[in-house]
Structure formats: C-alpha cells, structure tokens
C-alpha cells in the first residue's frame, strides 16, 4: 500500500476496515486463483506438446532412453504412449 492509501485506510472506522478487508481478500483469492489456473493450463500444454512430440519420435524409431533423455518424460510415460 502507498502511504496516501494506509492513510485513508487507518482513517476508515473498525466496521469499514473489516468490510475493507474482506473485499481485500476476496479480490486476492480471486487473482490467485486465476494465476494457479493460468499456471497449470500452460504446465499441462507443455506436458501434452512433449507427448506429442516423444510420439513422433517414437513413430520414428528413436529409442525410449533417447527420447526420455530429449523430453524429459519418464520411459513409462514414453512406453504408454505406443498404446494409444
């Protein structure tokens, strides 16, 4: 907070701090709700983009302990990925 709005905040009576507060909190739970939902979409993206990829090489030829090694999959994620 800026010193202005501390100011303006300590000037609210105890009732209008509290609902002040609880405003406050919801807001913040709301943006950080939405910053972890952002930040797994874009985790799940780049796993799905790494299977599609580590399926490719597979179609390939490319060995599993390569491919672990390139995508950084599991080889049991790599192998799972002939069933499909």
């Known amino acids: 907070m800026?010193?202005?709005e501390l100011a303006e905040y300590y000037?609210?009576?105890t009732e209008e701090q509290n609902v002040y507060d609880i405003?406050?909190?919801k807001a913040w739970a709301t943006f950080d709700a939405v910053?972890?939902?952002k930040k797994t979409g874009i985790e799940?993206?780049?796993k799905s983009e790494k299977l599609e990829i580590a399926r490719g090489m597979l179609n390939k030829g490319l060995d599993?302990?390569?491919i672990s090694?390139?995508?950084?999959?599991?080889p049991?994620?790599?192998?799972?990925?002939?069933?499909?």
């Open 64 to 66: 599993i302990s390569l």
């Open 11 to 13: 000037n609210l009576s």
């Open 23 to 25: 405003a406050f909190n």
């Open 35 to 37: 910053e972890t939902a």
């Open 69 to 74: 090694e390139l995508t950084g999959l599991s």
């Open 76 to 84: 049991d994620e790599i192998v799972s990925l002939k069933d499909l």
């Open 44 to 46: 799940q993206g780049k």
């Open 2 to 4: 800026q010193i202005l």
